[in-house]
């Protein structure tokens, strides 16, 4: 890893959903860069437990809460247990997300409550209390320039349409909505809120995507740096985002999609 170890020194992060996947490799970035970090997971509590061992192996801090980030008491359970562990919080990253499709006729409204919950609600409870925290602490100099960053993963599906996945990529779209709206209100009091929207990135949630060679070769015709992304492509661009390197930054999606949103279909065609 050649992140600096001490970009975010003295700083607490908190990575919704990060016993697995984006959210996991954004959390151990995070630790390697100097952050205390909250590892939330939902149901995987033994794997959660696990990163918090390894990061605490590598002389990092850590600690796991469980939580369902679409439930307003939960989510405010996590962050007082946050606070009463490392005392403050600097970084969010929104990150818990999760994909139930289906042809549009036949979606039930319990999978599009569930993922407009967990993608959408889950990240505006998450900023709000989050929120609360910077408000309540302001800068301190010797940390970071800003009072809180906030990182939304949204996705590609903010802005490609996505047939069979209209709940998920509605959250998307209202994700950077959301995102927006949050970083133009609270930008005079030093709160900078991004997001990351990754492209086919390597994890569970997309496993049938890429996991066989005629699938892969499918999906790499949708993406022009020709190779399917990893979750380390994502937890470097977090990194900065999180930290004052990227202090001048404010409200923006950052795409690291290897070039999906070229709409690479129009190389040829059109
Ligand atoms: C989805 C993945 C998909 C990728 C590109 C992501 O937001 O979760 O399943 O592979 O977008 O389509």
Not at 43 to 49: G, R
Request: net charge negative; charged share 20%.
């Amino acid at each position: 890893m050649s992140i600096s170890s001490d970009l975010l020194e003295g700083q607490v992060a908190l990575v919704t959903g990060s016993s697995s996947g984006i959210g996991e490799s954004v959390a151990r970035y995070l630790a390697s860069s100097g952050a205390a970090v909250v590892i939330n997971y939902h149901s995987e509590k033994d794997e959660a437990h696990k990163i918090v061992e390894d990061i605490k192996s590598n002389g990092g801090k850590a600690i796991a809460i469980g939580a369902d980030v679409s439930k307003e008491d939960q989510v405010k359970a996590m962050f007082e247990q946050t606070l009463q562990t490392f005392g403050t919080l600097h970084i969010l990253v929104n990150n818990a997300g999760l994909q139930k499709d289906s042809a549009f006729v036949d979606m039930s409204l319990d999978h599009w409550n569930m993922v407009i919950g967990i993608n959408l609600t889950g990240q505006f409870l998450c900023a709000r209390e989050a929120a609360k925290e910077f408000l309540r602490r302001g800068i301190e100099p010797n940390i970071s320039k800003a009072a809180g960053k906030i990182i939304c993963m949204s996705s590609v599906h903010q802005v490609i349409p996505w047939a069979g996945h209209v709940n998920y990529a509605t959250s998307k779209g209202g994700i950077d909505m959301m995102m927006r709206s949050i970083a133009q209100e609270l930008a005079p009091q030093k709160i900078r809120v991004n997001s990351i929207a990754p492209g086919a990135i390597k994890t569970p949630i997309n496993k049938s995507a890429w996991d066989t060679p005629e699938a892969e070769a499918d999906l790499l015709k949708l993406i022009p740096s020709g190779r399917v992304g990893e979750v380390d492509d994502i937890a470097k661009a977090a990194v900065w985002l999180a930290s004052d390197e990227s202090d001048y930054v404010n409200g923006i999606t950052l795409f690291v999609d290897g070039g999906m949103t070229l709409y690479p279909g129009f190389r040829t065609g059109g």
